[in-house]
C-alpha cells in the first residue's frame, strides 16, 4: 500500500470520524449521490455513512458515501414540475431581441441568438 493510501485508510474512523477510504478503495455497499442517481435512487435522508479521500489540486478532496441498503427510490418529478421545466429551458432559447426560439440556448454573454448579434456588429 502507497503512503498516500495509507494516510487515508481508515475504515473504523479512528482518525477522520468517518470510515474514509482512498480513490476507487471504497467496499461494496456505498455510493456517493452521483452513483445513486445513476441507480435511480437518492440518499433518503440518511446520515454521511463514509468518505472517500484523495490528493487533488489545491488539497486534499472529500466525496460522501452513502449507504446502498438505506437508499430510497427517487421521486419523479410531477407534470407541474416537467412543465415548468420545459418552459425554463425553452426561454433560455427564446432570443430577447427577436423572440425567435432557437435550437440552441442563447449565450448569456451576448444576451441574444447569434444571428441578432452578428446583425449589430456589422452595422
Known amino acids: 500500500m502507497s503512503r498516500i493510501r495509507a494516510a487515508f485508510h ?10 474514509t477510504f482512498w480513490w476507487r478503495g471504497a467496499p461494496e455497499g456505498y455510493a456517493t449521490r452521483r ?6 435512487l437518492c440518499p433518503g435522508r440518511q446520515p454521511i455513512a463514509a ?4 490528493a487533488g489540486i489545491g488539497g486534499t478532496r472529500t466525496a460522501h458515501l452513502y449507504r446502498l441498503d438505506l437508499a ?4 419523479p418529478a410531477s407534470p407541474a414540475q416537467q412543465r415548468a421545466i420545459r418552459a425554463a429551458l425553452r426561454a433560455r432559447r427564446t432570443c430577447p431581441t427577436c423572440r425567435e426560439t432557437r435550437d440552441y440556448y442563447i449565450p448569456r454573454s451576448l444576451g441574444q441568438c447569434l444571428t441578432c448579434y452578428d446583425g449589430r456588429s456589422t452595422r
Do not use: F, H, N, V
Open 72 to 75: 430510497r427510490p427517487k421521486r
Open 35 to 40: 452513483q445513486l442517481r445513476a441507480r435511480g
Open 51 to 54: 468518505q472517500i479521500l484523495w
Open 10 to 19: 481508515d475504515p473504523e474512523g479512528d482518525r477522520y470520524g468517518l470510515p
